[in-house]
């Protein structure tokens, strides 16, 4: 069974930083492209950050240069290494392993508050 | 890149069917085949629904479907059961090898 466990969330003042961890288990992290999507309190989804199987990263403009995605695929973990955490990164984050151009299997998602 | 339009709400009686509407761009929905829908209960994940305009995960029932006309998807739900009320969003690849959600539509069974 695919499985995505993130960890990492918590609360942290504006400027800082937080790390994002995922356990995947179930498939073979090296052969797949995953994502991270958030979802602010009370909001819809964003897209934030993507990786395919070659290691290359896409990101969404408003974190580009803040947010840094990687994997280790050893310990088959995908992380999401924010940076210069502003209040409107508040949000669920969520990592998502893709298929077919599709967010295909879903975390149940780590809370990032930035606040003051 | 702005999100998707969708409507806040539909709405329909048990049975009945329900048509959410997404509409983007030549840049995203127009230009690619690659749209998704997706159910999000309440403090839950969200569930993928469709892929690639119009394609069913193992599992989802055959009462979900989807289509897509120039620069609009749709998401079709017929036979409305109480478990339908949800959010549904769609998500669409784009130029630039980025991806965009809709705004979502909370669909409420009557």
């Known amino acids: 069974e695919v499985q995505l466990v993130e960890s990492g969330g918590g609360a942290v003042q504006p400027g800082g930083s937080l790390r994002l961890s995922c356990e995947a288990s179930?498939?073979?992290?090296?052969?797949?492209?995953m994502s991270w999507v958030r979802q602010a309190p009370g909001k819809g989804l964003e897209w934030v950050a993507n990786m395919q199987p070659d290691g290359s990263e896409k990101y969404l403009e408003s974190v580009k240069g803040r947010f840094t995605m990687s994997r280790d695929t050893a310990k088959s973990s995908v992380y999401l290494q924010m940076n210069s955490l502003r209040t409107d990164d508040t949000a669920l984050y969520y990592c998502?392993?893709?298929?077919?151009?599709?967010?295909?299997?879903w975390g149940q998602g780590t809370m990032v508050t930035v606040s003051s | 890149q702005s999100a998707l339009t969708q409507p806040p709400s539909a709405s329909g009686s048990p049975g009945q069917s329900v048509t959410i509407s997404c509409t983007g761009s030549?840049?995203?929905?127009?230009?690619?085949?690659?749209v998704s829908w997706y159910q999000q209960h309440p403090g839950k994940a969200p569930k993928l629904m469709i892929y690639?305009?119009?394609k069913r995960p193992s599992g989802v029932p055959d009462r979900f479907s989807g289509s897509k006309s120039g620069d609009t998807a749709s998401l079709t739900v017929s036979g409305l059961q109480a478990e339908d009320e949800a959010d549904y969003y769609c998500?669409?690849?784009?130029?630039?090898?980025?991806?965009?959600f809709g705004t979502g539509t909370q669909v409420t069974v009557l």
């Open positions: 690639e305009v119009s």
């Open positions: 179930g498939f073979t992290l090296s052969n797949s492209w």
């Open positions: 998500s669409s690849y784009a130029d630039g090898n980025v991806y965009v």
């Open positions: 030549s840049s995203d929905v127009g230009g690619y085949n690659y």
């Open positions: 998502v392993r893709r298929a077919y151009t599709a967010f295909y299997t």
